[in-house]
């Protein structure tokens, strides 16, 4: 720009030295001319710095928002790989558990008290089935012997009763029942 101020300049000292009043109003016109021209480009110049400025200051402030989405992507990520390894973690935790459910459940109904009523039936079922195979080889060796009571029968005193376990019957020492 001052190449083209500087070429204006010795423009117009060519046409001041060519002579009359007429050249000098001719120069002085086109002079004015040039100097609007000039003011019409230093507002346009001025305009595009004030765009460069602003244009300066919305690339600042996209950089900045990049960079905290940059930022906040990253946190992300981290988030993300924290939750994948606390999944993993809960899948493993969720199989180990299942592959020991079926152990704790086992070891849990033979603490049941279902599991030991059902061993203590069955126990008593087959010592009943033993007194009457028992009692069957005795009505087969001695025919004509009579039984006179069923062991098995409920009475209502027994229920009464308070039951003694794991303890055997003698015919020695039968405790008396005198209620």
């Given at each position: ?85 606390e999944l993993l973690q809960a899948v493993k935790a969720l199989e180990s558990t299942r592959a020991e459910l079926p152990k704790q459940t086992v070891v849990q109904y033979k603490e049941s008290l279902d599991l030991k009523e059902g061993l203590k039936r069955m126990g008593r079922v087959t010592y009943e089935y033993g007194y009457r195979v028992a009692l069957a080889r ?42």
């Open positions: 720009m001052d190449y083209w101020i500087k070429q204006l300049q010795e423009e117009l000292d060519a046409l001041k030295s060519d002579g009359g009043p007429e050249a000098i109003a001719k120069v002085e016109g086109r002079a004015s001319e040039l100097q609007e021209e000039l003011e019409k480009t230093r507002r346009e110049r001025d305009e595009e710095l004030r765009r460069h400025e602003a244009s300066e200051k919305e690339l600042h402030e996209v950089r900045s928002n990049l960079a905290e989405a940059h930022r906040l992507l990253k946190e992300a990520r981290v988030r993300a790989r924290k939750m994948d390894d005795f009505h087969a060796r001695h025919p004509y012997v009579e039984v006179e009571e069923n062991p098995f029968t409920v009475h209502p005193k027994d229920d009464l009763m308070p039951m003694v376990g794991n303890r055997h019957l003698t015919t020695r020492s039968r405790p008396s029942l005198d209620l």
